[in-house]
Every structure is written in C-alpha cells, then in structure tokens.
Nanobody
Framework: QVQLVESGGGLVQAGGSLRLSCAASGRTFSRSGMGWFRQAPGKEREFVAT????????LYADSVKGRFTISRDNAKNTVYLQMNNLRSEDTAVYYC???????????????????WGQGTQVTVSS
C-alpha cells in the first residue's frame, strides 16, 4: 500500500494557475502508473490525467488537454498536476491515485488504481 497526500489546492480566479502535488510514501512509488481524478459537487469522479512509471507516457481528458500538465519526480516520490488557464468548470476536489506495484502504465479507469489520496479542493471563481 502507498500513502498519498495531495497539496496545492485553493481558490483562484478564472484564467489563473495552480500546481497540485501528491507526495507518496510506502511501497515503491517509481514502479507504478499514477493518475489525477476530480469530483465536482453532485457529479461522479472523473479522470483528469495519468502518467506512466517513467513519465514517458501521459494521457489527458479532453476537457483539460492543452491546459493541464502531469509530471512526476521519482527521486522525490511526488507527482504533480500543473493547471493553467483554469475555468469555473474545473472546480472540484482533486484526487491523486496510484496503481499497484509493477503496473507501470497509465490508465484512464479509476478501477485500475489501488491507492487514493484524501483529495484537495480547487475552486475557480469566474
């Protein structure tokens, strides 16, 4: 099991930027694909971005493509989500997730992830 702690959320105006961080501890972080998901009030959790173990492959939801960038630093056991040009519809709780050890590749499916963080709130005011 890996413990995940998100940080970096907050209140920002539309058009602004935030960078979320997800610090991992526990099992070997570098051997797992990682992902970011979000859940807005009254809506189901949805995929945002995912990254392979090496960082060489990334996938994004169409709604964030070109505005958000996922990255990771395996030496620091941390994955990031840089969010630019934020919109009111990006308002949600953002969750970091880790796939199981040895599952190196990214996935858009929430069921592919073994461990989840507690989430960090992002609020975009228009």
């Amino acid at each position: 099991q890996v413990q995940l702690v998100e940080s970096g959320g907050g209140l920002v105006q539309a058009g602004g930027s935030l960078r979320l961080s997800c610090a991992a501890s526990g099992r070997t972080f570098s051997r797992s694909g990682m992902g970011w998901f979000r859940q807005a009030p009254g809506k189901e959790r949805e995929f945002v971005a995912t990254i392979s173990w090496s960082g060489g492959t990334t996938l994004y939801a169409d709604s964030v493509k070109g505005r958000f960038t996922i990255s990771r630093d395996n030496a620091k056991n941390t994955v990031y989500l840089q969010m630019n040009n934020l919109r009111s519809e990006d308002t949600a709780v953002y969750y970091c997730a880790a796939r199981g050890t040895g599952t190196y590749y990214p996935s858009r499916e929430s069921m592919a992830y073994a461990d989840w963080g507690q989430g960090t709130q992002v609020t975009v005011s228009s």
